[in-house]
């Protein structure tokens, strides 16, 4: 599933072949992909708006057009491709926009998850998912104060916490792992129990983490390429997702399942915090 840097990889990447590109007319040919408003009106509102701005906030990638606001959500293998218009269409493309420059820019998706919602400018902020989602990576809002206030009332795992879009926006399965690894903190650790020292680490981990793998484009893995031909180079630098052997000391990296996700840590290096009793 694309996270913060595969969600920046794909934004860059459609930049050169969409920004001042003007939509004609869009076709959907699954309509569950589009989450609001309803297909019709999806249609016409997009019809002659140009394509001015991408950008990401969260995991959700945002097309800003001249008078509206294009949210997509790519979920687990969502993705864009260029056709000449008329081109065969694959049973896995779900959305067509037609541009003024005789393409198709397609919406292609073999799992049928990704969503895409379209609304007027001025409304976006006060609206689902915006008014939801918590500080990005790099906000200088994200600091151990805030993170040690918001997991207070979380009684559950640290791993479940960090996946939790209204906290921190942008992490998924990989970097959540990547992140309590290089902060020495077992996954399964209740996030109420977490000092702030430890809140702090994972402040400096998540920025660190995050910037490192956008800058090597994100993680390529499975199935995932953001765009054709766009592949990240971040696996390279997994220390423990997916991985054998601690690259610290040796240990045999354990995978368990935590919210019914796929786990990966070092029982060494990640123990299990022991509860410290009151005298
Ligand atoms: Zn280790």
Redesign the pocket.
């Given at each position: 599933m694309p996270e913060k840097p595969e969600v920046i990889t794909v934004a860059k990447s459609l930049e050169r072949s969409l920004i001042g590109r003007k939509i004609q007319k869009v076709e959907v040919y699954y309509e569950n992909i589009i989450a609001y408003p309803k297909v019709e009106a999806f249609q016409k509102e997009l019809a002659e708006e140009t394509i001015e701005q991408i950008d990401t906030r969260g995991k959700w990638l945002v097309f800003t057009l001249s008078s509206k606001i294009l949210l997509v959500h790519l979920r687990m293998e969502g993705k864009f491709l260029f056709r000449p218009i008329g081109s065969p269409r694959s049973k896995h493309e779900h959305v067509s926009f037609f541009l003024n420059n005789d393409m198709e820019w397609r919406y292609h998706d073999t799992r049928k998850f990704g969503r895409m919602i379209l609304y007027p400018k001025e409304e976006l902020l006060d609206k689902k998912p915006f008014n939801e989602l918590g500080y990005e990576y790099n906000d200088p809002n994200l600091t151990k104060e805030y993170l040690f206030t918001a997991f207070q009332k979380r009684h559950i795992p640290i791993k479940t916490v960090l996946l939790d879009q209204s906290i921190i926006a942008g992490i998924g399965n990989i970097y959540a792992d990547e992140i309590l690894f290089l902060s020495r903190i077992h996954p399964s650790t209740l996030a109420s129990s977490l000092s702030k020292q430890k809140c702090q680490r994972i402040v400096e981990n998540t920025k660190d983490v995050l910037m490192r793998a956008i800058q090597l484009g994100g993680t390529t893995i499975h199935s995932f390429s953001s765009q054709e031909g766009v592949h990240g180079k971040f696996q390279n630098e997994l220390l423990v997702h997916g991985q054998k052997k601690?690259p610290?000391?040796q240990?045999d990296i354990k995978k368990i399942y935590i919210g019914g996700r796929g786990t990966y840590y070092?029982p060494?290096?990640q123990r299990v915090q022991r509860k410290k009793v009151k005298a």
């Open positions: 601690c610290y000391c240990t070092c060494r290096c």
